[in-house]
C-alpha cells in the first residue's frame, strides 16, 4: 500500500466518523428537544390544573365569605328589629304613666274611679313587663331610673285606691314633683336609645 493510499483511508475513516459523529449529534439534539418538549408540556399541564384549582376555590372562598356576609347582614336586621320592637313597647308603655296616675288624684266619682285605677294598674304592669322585654338595652343605672317610676307610680295609685274625696292641692304636688321629673328622665334614656339606633351607634 502506496502512502497515498493509506492517507486517504485515513481521511476515508475520518470523514465516516465525522459523518457518524454529526449524526449522532443530530440525533442526540433532536431527541433532547424531543424530551425537553414533553417535560415542558407536563410541566405546563401540572400548573394548568394547579391554577384551574386555585380559580376553583378562590371561587368557592368568595362564595363562602358573601354567604357569611348576608348571613350577619340578615342577623344584625333581625337584632335591630328586635330591639326596635322592645323599645317601640316600652315607649308605648311608659309614655303617659306619670299623668295617668295623676289623674287619679282628681276624684271623679265611684262609677269611673274602679275602672280608672284597674286601667292605671294594667298601665303600670305592661311598663314592668315591656322594661323586662328590653332590659338588655339600657345600663343597671338607666333600669333603675325605670324601676322607680315604677315604685313611684304605684305609691300614686295605692294611695288613689284610698280615696273618699278629691286631695288637697299639697297632696296632689308632692306627687307630681315626685312622678314628672322621673317621667321626664325615662322618656329621656328612651329617646336617646332611639337615636343612637338612627345614628347607627351601639
Known amino acids: 500500500m502506496d502512502a497515498s493510499q493509506f492517507l486517504l483511508e485515513i481521511l476515508a475513516s475520518g ?3 465525522a459523518v457518524l459523529v454529526g449524526a449522532l ?3 442526540f439534539k433532536t431527541q433532547i428537544g424531543h424530551w425537553l418538549n414533553k417535560d415542558i408540556e407536563l410541566i405546563k399541564a401540572r400548573h394548568q390544573r394547579e391554577l384551574e384549582g386555585y380559580k376553583v376555590s378562590l371561587i368557592a372562598e368568595t ?3 358573601k ?5 350577619n347582614k340578615a ?3 333581625l337584632l335591630v328589629e328586635k330591639k326596635f320592637a322592645a323599645l317601640h313597647r316600652l315607649h308605648l308603655a311608659v309614655e303617659h304613666q306619670a299623668s295617668t296616675a295623676i289623674k287619679l288624684l282628681f276624684f271623679i266619682g265611684p262609677e269611673t274611679r274602679e275602672a280608672d285605677i284597674k286601667e292605671a294598674n294594667l298601665g303600670v304592669t305592661e311598663f314592668t313587663k315591656a322594661l323586662r322585654s328590653a332590659s338588655m338595652y339600657f345600663t343597671v343605672e338607666e333600669i333603675d331610673t325605670f ?3 315604677a315604685n313611684m307610680l304605684q305609691r300614686t295609685i295605692g294611695f288613689a285606691m284610698v280615696l273618699k274625696e ?3 292641692d299639697k297632696d296632689i304636688e308632692g306627687h307630681e314633683v315626685n312622678l314628672y321629673p322621673c317621667q321626664k328622665a325615662v322618656n329621656d334614656i328612651i329617646a336617646k336609645r ?3 339606633m338612627l345614628a347607627l351607634e351601639d
Open 15 to 17: 470523514a465516516v466518523s
Open 25 to 27: 449529534a443530530w440525533l
Open 63 to 65: 362564595e363562602r365569605t
Open 67 to 71: 354567604a357569611r356576609q348576608e348571613i
Open 75 to 77: 342577623m344584625a336586621v
Open 147 to 149: 324601676y322607680r317610676l
Open 166 to 168: 278629691r286631695p288637697s
Open 194 to 196: 332611639f337615636s343612637a
